[in-house]
């Protein structure tokens, strides 16, 4: 059985702070891979600085090309919507077998958890491991997309924030530029 982490997320853009965490996760979880589940667009959440999915997508696999173990997913964006995690993780399960899946979210989504979809299904089914975005903790980089984005938008640099390839990408396409 191949221990396979789901880390989820809008990735808008991926940034240093995502791949550090996942890695540091993969390691001290001992997950064999993680996937970096590109959540698509939620129709409900219309965020007009909230890039298409292929351009999310396009940015994390830029951004992983040349890191073992992380893998990025366009999975959930083939499932029916509203894309709820106990449906990802059942088609899953049953889309690969050979596969454990193991639930990866921040401290603050895990705060609601009960409040999700089959919440009780999912704690009786799968591991879950359960991260915080504070200094000090694993794999914590005090970096957020929010912040790249108004960087862009003030015209100042992000090199040092996200991989070479994402932020050439960026500039390349004029992302993020206007609000």
Same mark, same amino acid.
């Given at each position: 059985?191949?221990?396979?982490?789901?880390?989820?997320?809008?990735?808008?853009?991926?940034?240093?702070?995502?791949?550090?965490?996942?890695? $540091?996760?993969?390691? $001290?979880?001992?997950?064999?891979?993680?996937?970096?589940?590109?959540?698509?667009?939620?129709?409900?959440?219309?965020?007009?600085?909230?890039?298409?999915?292929?351009?999310?997508?396009?940015?994390?696999?830029?951004?992983?090309?040349?890191?073992?173990?992380?893998?990025?997913?366009?999975?959930?964006?083939?499932?029916?919507?509203?894309?709820?995690?106990?449906?990802?993780?059942?088609?899953?399960?049953?889309?690969?077998?050979?596969?454990?899946?193991?639930?990866?979210?921040?401290?603050?989504?895990? $705060?609601?958890?009960?409040?999700?979809?089959?919440?009780?299904?999912?704690?009786?089914?799968?591991?879950?491991?359960?991260?915080?975005?504070?200094?000090?903790?694993?794999?914590?980089?005090?970096?957020?997309?929010?912040?790249?984005?108004?960087?862009?938008?003030?015209?100042?640099?992000?090199?040092?924030?996200?991989?070479?390839?994402?932020?050439?990408?960026?500039?390349?396409?004029?992302?993020?530029?206007?609000?």
């Amino acid at each position: 059985m191949k221990r396979t982490g789901l880390f989820g997320g809008s990735f808008n853009p991926i940034h240093n702070g995502h791949i550090s965490l996942a890695l $540091q996760l993969k390691e $001290q979880a001992g997950l064999d891979e993680v996937w970096l589940m590109v959540s698509p667009q939620n129709p409900l959440k219309q965020s007009t600085d909230l890039l298409d999915d292929e351009q999310r997508l396009q940015m994390a696999r830029l951004a992983v090309e040349n890191v073992d173990g992380i893998v990025v997913s366009d999975y959930e964006m083939h499932l029916p919507k509203p894309s709820y995690t106990w449906n990802t993780l059942e088609a899953l399960k049953r889309d690969y077998p050979d596969n454990e899946f193991v639930l990866m979210i921040g401290g603050d989504n895990w $705060q609601l958890f009960d409040k999700w979809y089959c919440a009780d299904d999912i704690k009786a089914n799968y591991e879950i491991v359960v991260y915080t975005r504070t200094p000090g903790d694993v794999g914590y980089m005090d970096i957020s997309s929010t912040d790249i984005r108004r960087r862009i938008r003030e015209g100042r640099g992000i090199r040092r924030l996200v991989p070479k390839a994402v932020a050439d990408y960026i500039k390349e396409k004029r992302l993020y530029i206007q609000r």
